[in-house]
């Protein structure tokens, strides 16, 4: 079984639409973050959690809000979707001794 | 701040050819770097890091990359590329942030297409 796991895979929905995105891991590990990724962008960061209790926004937080559920457990929701935000969504996980970032799969979201 | 460059947004090179994807960083402050690679349809696997030690790290399937301090870049090597390492390449550099925090910056990819 994958480490760390996004659901969906892959998600089309209509302008003013909620979206919640989830990702699950069974790494262990403590930090969990959020992209996105644009054709010629690179990722870019959205919200990282570094425990349940410590959520901190990235570079590009608005029009995004996340829930850390649990150690394992951290969604990101869209409130309203707006056409821009068709990407690619990964969600990651480090451990604090570790610099290295275990990603997930990836949700291809198309906001219509 | 911290930033990463990837000149080549798209490397083209014959099977068995060798290969350079060039990534240089600025930051301010000591650094870590690391070679990030995505496969079609799939999430990004580390490929190798450079923490601290030698200059010179290399991954399982061959790849290189040296850390130049001076020139302030980690460029990716192969000598001899393979069908199968066709896939996207990010770099990355970590650098202390505010609070603490390890901050990563991720370059913009570059796709490294092999020709058969």
């Known amino acids: 079984d994958a480490d760390v796991t996004q659901t969906p895979r892959n998600r089309i929905t209509k302008t003013g639409k909620r979206i919640m995105l989830e990702c699950s891991q069974t790494?262990?590990?403590?930090?969990m973050y959020w992209y996105r990724q644009d054709p010629g962008l690179g990722l870019r960061l959205i919200y990282y959690?570094?425990?349940?209790?410590?959520?901190n926004k990235g570079e590009i937080s608005d029009g995004y809000s996340v829930s850390r559920q649990a150690q394992a457990k951290f969604s990101l929701s869209l409130e309203s979707a707006i056409p821009n935000q068709t990407a690619l969504y990964f969600c990651?996980?480090?451990?604090?001794?570790?610099?290295?970032?275990?990603f997930g799969p990836g949700t291809r979201l198309t906001v219509l | 701040a911290q930033s990463v460059t990837q000149l080549d947004s798209q490397v083209p090179v014959f099977e068995e050819a060798p290969v350079e994807l060039r990534c240089n960083y600025s930051?301010?402050?000591?650094?870590?770097l690391f070679w990030y690679v995505q496969y079609p349809n799939q999430g990004l696997q580390l490929l190798l890091k450079?923490?601290?030690?030698?200059?010179l790290v290399e991954s399982i399937n061959g790849f290189e990359a040296e850390f130049n301090k001076s020139q302030t870049s980690f460029h990716l090597r192969k000598p001899s590329v393979h069908i199968s390492d066709t896939a996207e390449y990010f770099c990355?550099?970590?650098?202390?942030?505010?609070?603490?925090?390890?901050?990563?910056?991720f370059g913009t990819g570059t796709k490294l297409q092999v020709i058969p």
């Open positions: 959690s570094f425990d349940v209790k410590d959520i």
């Open positions: 790494k262990g590990h403590d930090r």
């Open positions: 930051s301010s402050v000591s650094v870590y």
């Open positions: 450079y923490l601290s030690g030698s200059t």
């Open positions: 990651a996980t480090s451990d604090r001794d570790r610099e290295e970032q275990f």
């Open positions: 990355a550099v970590s650098a202390p942030g505010s609070g603490g925090y390890q901050k990563v910056t």
